[in-house]
């Protein structure tokens, strides 16, 4: 079965500075990946999405991502911070790789902006 | 642009009630998935349907059902509800099998008590 695990239930960082927050996946067949913001009483948000082709992957809102499959990782960054991006972000695989397929979430990081 | 639509919003049950949550997808999206997201927690995947049949199952109790009607409209059932069963549940539609872009809805928060 896919999964995935994030690296730090919070980060916090400055306004302005860069944002890294870090995913893993474990999966048996090639891998989609997602990143989901969710805003406090929200729905989730997608950011961007890796299926195939291009490993490095821009989403919404500055953010983009890199899938290192040496690494089994998909890390998300974006270069400077700002107020609005705190916030709950969860990485998620799909289940099995097909069809419409559920999305197995990580436990989600709180990212925190100081200002 | 449309987006997924949940009803209700809030929801408050009695233990060993019964429940119906409500999701309508975004215009022209044919796959709708079901999601239950405790307080404090990750959203736990319960079921999916393409195109009014099931697709995908994950970890939904057998208390609960769900379907998908022609208008592509689908209805989360839970009965004899449990006070553990208090959470979020989400909505999420995406157009076609494989698209891989599911768009949520707010949600609906059902209290149990």
Redesign the interface.
């Given at each position: 079965a896919q999964s995935v695990t994030q690296l730090g239930s919070h980060v916090s960082v400055s306004e302005g500075a860069l944002v890294l927050l870090r995913c893993n996946y474990s999966s048996s067949v090639p891998p989609?990946l997602?990143w989901?913001v969710q805003y406090p009483n929200?729905?989730?948000?997608?950011l961007l999405?890796y299926?195939t082709g291009a490993t490095l992957v821009k989403g919404i809102n500055g953010f983009e991502a890199e899938f290192k499959k040496s690494e089994t990782s998909f890390h998300l960054t974006k270069p400077s911070a700002h107020m609005s991006d705190a916030a709950e972000y969860?990485c998620a695989v799909?289940?099995?790789g097909?069809?419409?397929?559920?999305?197995?979430?990580?436990?989600?990081t709180h990212l925190i902006i100081q200002p | 642009a449309a987006g997924?639509i949940q009803s209700p919003r809030h929801l408050i049950k009695e233990k060993r009630e019964t429940a119906t949550l409500k999701c309508y997808p975004i215009p022209r999206h044919d796959?709708v998935?079901w999601?239950q997201q405790g307080p404090g927690?990750?959203?736990?995947?319960?079921?999916?349907?393409?195109e009014k049949m099931q697709?995908?199952k994950?970890s939904i109790p057998d208390r609960f059902s769900a379907q998908q009607f022609s208008d592509y409209h689908s209805e989360l059932n839970m009965s004899s509800l449990e006070l553990g069963d208090s959470a979020l549940y989400?909505c999420?539609s995406?157009l076609g099998?494989?698209t891989?872009?599911?768009?949520?809805?707010?949600?609906t928060r059902l209290t149990v008590t």
């Amino acid at each position: 079965a896919q999964s995935v695990t994030q690296l730090g239930s919070h980060v916090s960082v400055s306004e302005g500075a860069l944002v890294l927050l870090r995913c893993n996946y474990s999966s048996s067949v090639p891998p989609y990946l997602f990143w989901y913001v969710q805003y406090p009483n929200q729905g989730l948000q997608l950011l961007l999405k890796y299926t195939t082709g291009a490993t490095l992957v821009k989403g919404i809102n500055g953010f983009e991502a890199e899938f290192k499959k040496s690494e089994t990782s998909f890390h998300l960054t974006k270069p400077s911070a700002h107020m609005s991006d705190a916030a709950e972000y969860f990485c998620a695989v799909s289940r099995t790789g097909g069809g419409a397929d559920g999305l197995t979430f990580g436990k989600g990081t709180h990212l925190i902006i100081q200002p | 642009a449309a987006g997924v639509i949940q009803s209700p919003r809030h929801l408050i049950k009695e233990k060993r009630e019964t429940a119906t949550l409500k999701c309508y997808p975004i215009p022209r999206h044919d796959t709708v998935y079901w999601y239950q997201q405790g307080p404090g927690q990750d959203p736990q995947f319960l079921i999916s349907f393409y195109e009014k049949m099931q697709s995908d199952k994950g970890s939904i109790p057998d208390r609960f059902s769900a379907q998908q009607f022609s208008d592509y409209h689908s209805e989360l059932n839970m009965s004899s509800l449990e006070l553990g069963d208090s959470a979020l549940y989400f909505c999420a539609s995406s157009l076609g099998e494989g698209t891989y872009e599911q768009y949520f809805g707010p949600g609906t928060r059902l209290t149990v008590t």
